[in-house]
C-alpha cells in the first residue's frame, strides 16, 4: 500500500524558468495538499485541492503559482519564472476525507527540494 | 499572523528523560490537534492526535495534553530516546480542512 509518492524529489532550475512538481496521493485519496516548508520554518498551507477542482487556495501567491489536480495522473504544483525566493521544500499532503468533515487526518509524502540558481 | 505559536524552537534533552512541547492558539474553532514527527530529508509524520473534548491523550511514550480553557496543547515525549531526535510540529484545523502549523520544535536526545 504505497504512501503519497512526489516527483522529483529534488529539482534545480535556474531563474526565470519553471518547476513542476507532481504528487500521487494514497489510494482511495481524493483530497490533496500542498504545502512550502523554508528553512528552520513550519508548513504553509498553500492550496487544497479535489479532483479537477480547486477548493482553497488561499495560500498560493497571487502571481507564478498554479495547481491542478485532474481526474486522471497526479497533482500538479505548478511554478513560472521561479526566483530565488521560491527555493524551499514543497510537501503534498493526502486525506481521505475532505470539507466538512471533522478531525481528519493528512498524509505527508517526501517532499520536493527545489532549488532555484 | 502565526496561527499555532510552538516553543521551544529547539530542544536538548539526556536520554530516559522527558521531552515537553508546548503550542497554544487563538483561534476556538480549531477542532482537531495533530503532532507531526520529521526526520531530515523526509516528510512529516502524523505521531498523535487529540480532539478538545479531551484532556489528554497517550499513545506510547507520547502523550497530548490538552487545556481548551488556555488554548494550549503540549507533547510530552516520556523515556526519550535518541532515535526521538527530529523535528516535531504541532498543527490544528477546522472543519474548513486548512491546517495550521506551528514553526517546529528541533529536539536533540543526548545518549
Known amino acids: 500500500n504505497a504512501g503519497v509518492m512526489q516527483n522529483p524529489r529534488h529539482l534545480v532550475r535556474r531563474r526565470g524558468q519553471e518547476a513542476r512538481l507532481r504528487c500521487s496521493p494514497m489510494?482511495?485519496?481524493?483530497?490533496v495538499y500542498w504545502y512550502r516548508q523554508l528553512p528552520e520554518e513550519g508548513l504553509k498551507f498553500m492550496v487544497y485541492?479535489?479532483?479537477?477542482?480547486?477548493?482553497?487556495e488561499s495560500g498560493m501567491p497571487k502571481e507564478r503559482f498554479s495547481a491542478e489536480f485532474p481526474k486522471e495522473g497526479p497533482s500538479i504544483l505548478r511554478i513560472q519564472q521561479v526566483v530565488r525566493g521560491d527555493s524551499a521544500a514543497y510537501f503534498c499532503?493526502?486525506?481521505?476525507?475532505?470539507?466538512?468533515?471533522?478531525?481528519?487526518?493528512?498524509?505527508f509524502g517526501p517532499g520536493t527540494r527545489l532549488t532555484v540558481t | 499572523q502565526q496561527q499555532v505559536k510552538q516553543s521551544p524552537q529547539s530542544l536538548i534533552v539526556q536520554k530516559g528523560g522527558i521531552s515537553i512541547i508546548n503550542c497554544a492558539y487563538e483561534?476556538?474553532?480549531?477542532?482537531?490537534f495533530p503532532w507531526y514527527q520529521q526526520f531530515p530529508g523526509k516528510g512529516p509524520a502524523l505521531l498523535i492526535a487529540?480532539?478538545?473534548?479531551?484532556s489528554e491523550k497517550k499513545e506510547g511514550r507520547f502523550t497530548i495534553s490538552f487545556n481548551k480553557s488556555a488554548k494550549q496543547f503540549s507533547l510530552h515525549i516520556m523515556d526519550s530516546q535518541p532515535g526521538d531526535s527530529a523535528t516535531y510540529f504541532c498543527?490544528?484545523?477546522?472543519?474548513?480542512?486548512?491546517?495550521?502549523f506551528g514553526t517546529g520544535t528541533s529536539l536533540t536526545v543526548i545518549p
Open positions: 485541492l479535489q479532483k479537477e477542482n480547486i477548493i482553497d
Open positions: 487529540i480532539r478538545p473534548d479531551v
Open positions: 498543527a490544528a484545523n477546522t472543519s474548513s480542512n486548512q491546517f495550521y
Open positions: 489510494k482511495g485519496h481524493s483530497h
Open positions: 483561534n476556538t474553532a480549531f477542532d482537531y
Open positions: 499532503a493526502s486525506s481521505p476525507r475532505g470539507q466538512g468533515s471533522q478531525s481528519y487526518e493528512q498524509y
